[in-house]
């Protein structure tokens, strides 16, 4: 039973290993300089850059109060929200990108009045591809956050109460207590939705195109690149395989207790 | 002016707690009560964490909850230091850090109640570095940094060691102490720090008065178990303390030093003529005061070892007691139990 045990654990760590190696493997070392330093690669990693921390920041600014509503509120429709809120990481990417099109394209829901009312186009343009990319990354944070708000809900009142009967106002005690009491949540909850939203892929190109300098990533032109140039497509994904472990590497301690 | 004032009546849930309750200054008064009475839930109303339905609520003097007016003042306008049950230090800061927490408390002030508190030497640790006795030192040495007008402490000495506890008493006993309230479900505890007695029992006030009343007179079945028992200072070298009044004692298990002494009075039997047998105290006594107690009757003694002895009806008849009978009372060592001061 064991040895079964451990013959399938071992091949699942193979499926894990063997992309990585294959691509260290076929990696062009030589001529990698020349294909990270050029403008379709740097214009790539800029857009992506742009796009995944913008999506961070606005993950960050509406994501924190909506954690707040659903960990620390008993406001009616919350079981909904929070369905609504995963819906993103279950759903095909592709799904997400084209809904957003119905919803903000110039003829969507929405897209409609905004082109009307503030001439505002989001599909195919850089706003678009971070709207794109916020949808797929939001739910990622909130559920960081929302999980430890719930489940340290009781000793964060606690903790709350006696910094306010030791004189502190509440907006004291949400700097001094709250906040850094979910620090670390926040973060990796962060680091999860930056990653996130820096691999996005199927929204992105459904939702605003590929168009090299505006919304081109890192991942859209290492998909077209591996068409024409693998070698360019290979030196893209060592790109990406270095931020991951940039991202990955802090976190560690949280996911992997008990070192 | 009373440090403390309360009238009033709040629900939670299932609980109705309506407490007529004053605390005056360089007071120490325990509200002593079962779990589920209600204790906590009032500290936390004391301190602004729940709020009235109807009555009033003043701290210093000045009204802080009075749903009738509507005034209200939020936790950080009262002056209360609140030690709670959990002892609910910041986690993310250090001893020193947690002391000096409360807007305006300077750095001398941390300094001379970490050095009152014996925590000097931990000052740069973090809470989950601290044991019980020192977590609970820093929580109090927090509520008293701001120098509120009355401490509240909920079970302040549960599981506390010898050090810890003595610390503790010291910093409560001093004359700069403000006015304590505290709440507990030990009536040991109850009676060696308090000066008054409030024991409440389903969210009300059943009784009230100084240890001793409460003790010879219990109102309540829930008071005579508990606050009925003897409590007996003692000074204890291996297997015999001796008391204030110079009687020897002996008990069960080796203690050194100070102790209190705690007999449950069911266990104080009474004979007519001096009995022999197995290692057991036994002295003399005049009976002062005989008192019903529900189905069994209170027999107060004075003597080398002043107790209440609690009998039943038949003994009573059966030993023909009355106010100035003489009898002999007799307690097997293993019923004493000795608490380190």
């Known amino acids: ?259 | 002016m009373s440090a403390l004032s309360l009238a009033g009546m709040t629900r939670m849930g299932d609980l109705r707690l309506d407490v007529d309750l004053v605390v005056e200054p360089d007071e120490t008064v325990a509200v002593l009560g079962p779990n589920g009475a209600g204790k906590t839930s009032l500290l936390r109303l004391l301190a602004g964490l729940l709020s009235l339905d109807s009555g009033a609520l003043a701290i210093g003097g000045a009204t802080v909850d009075e749903p009738g007016t509507g005034a209200f003042l939020p936790p950080h306008l009262r002056r209360v230091g609140w030690v709670p049950q959990d002892r609910l230090l910041f986690p993310h800061l250090t001893v020193a850090g947690n002391v000096g927490f409360g807007p305006g408390v300077d750095a001398d002030r941390v300094a001379g109640l970490l050095d009152a508190l014996g925590l000097t030497g931990l000052a740069y640790r973090r809470p989950d570095e601290c044991s019980g006795g020192q977590a609970q030192r820093v929580a109090l040495a927090r509520a008293l940094a701001t120098d509120p007008v009355v401490l509240l402490l909920d079970e302040p000495s549960a599981a506390l060691d010898v050090e810890s506890r003595h610390l503790i008493n010291g910093v409560l006993t001093a004359a700069e102490a403000p006015a304590t309230l505290l709440v507990t479900h030990d009536p040991v505890e109850a009676a060696t720090l308090a000066d008054r007695l409030v024991v409440l029992e389903n969210g009300a006030v059943s009784q009230a008065g100084s240890p001793r009343e409460v003790r010879s007179r219990p109102k309540t079945r829930y008071v005579a178990s508990l606050a009925g028992l003897n409590l007996l200072e003692a000074t204890a070298s291996g297997t015999v303390a001796v008391t204030a009044l110079g009687t020897r004692v002996v008990l069960a298990e080796p203690a050194e030093g100070p102790v209190h002494l705690v007999v449950p009075p069911t266990a104080v039997a009474l004979h007519r003529s001096a009995p022999d047998g197995s290692p057991r105290n036994v002295w003399q006594a005049g009976v002062t005061d005989l008192q019903p107690a529900f189905e069994r009757i209170r027999v107060v003694l004075d003597g080398p070892l002043p107790v209440v002895a609690e009998v039943t009806p038949a003994a009573v008849e059966e030993l023909g007691l009355r106010v100035g009978s003489e009898v002999w009372a007799a307690v097997k060592a293993t019923e004493v139990a000795c608490h380190a001061i």
Not at chain 1, 128 to 145: E, H, K, Q
Not at chain 1, 172 to 193: C, D, E, K
């Open chain 1, 1 to 259: 039973m064991r040895r079964f045990l451990l013959a399938f654990a071992g091949l699942a760590v193979v499926l894990l290993a063997l992309p990585i190696v294959g691509l260290l493997q076929r990696m062009p070392w030589s001529s990698l300089p020349d294909l990270l330093g050029d403008d379709v690669t740097l214009d790539a990693l800029r857009v992506s850059l742009v796009v995944s921390l913008v999506a961070a920041l606005v993950v960050l600014v509406l994501g924190t109060p909506l954690a707040w509503a659903l960990g620390r509120t008993d406001l009616p429709g919350r079981r909904i929200v929070r369905a609504l809120v995963v819906l993103p990481m279950v759903l095909p990417p592709v799904v997400g990108g084209a809904a957003l099109l119905f919803a903000l394209g110039r003829r969507g829901l929405i897209g409609q009045w905004l082109d009307r009312w503030f001439g505002l186009t989001l599909p195919f343009t850089l706003t678009g591809a971070i709207v794109a990319a916020t949808f797929v990354a939001l739910p990622f944070y909130v559920i960081a956050v929302e999980g430890a708000l719930r489940t340290a809900r009781r000793e964060i009142d606690d903790l709350e109460g006696v910094a306010s009967t030791l004189g502190a106002p509440p907006l004291t005690v949400l700097r001094r207590i709250t906040l850094p009491r979910l620090l670390p949540a926040m973060g990796a909850g962060l680091a999860l939705a930056w990653a996130r939203a820096l691999g996005e892929f199927g929204a992105t190109i459904t939702f605003a195109g590929n168009l090299p300098g505006r919304t081109q990533t890192l991942p859209l032109a290492t998909f077209l690149a591996l068409q024409s140039e693998p070698e360019r497509a290979l030196a893209l994904s060592l790109v990406m395989l270095a931020v991951a472990l940039a991202v990955l590497l802090p976190l560690r301690d949280r996911w992997l207790p008990g070192r």
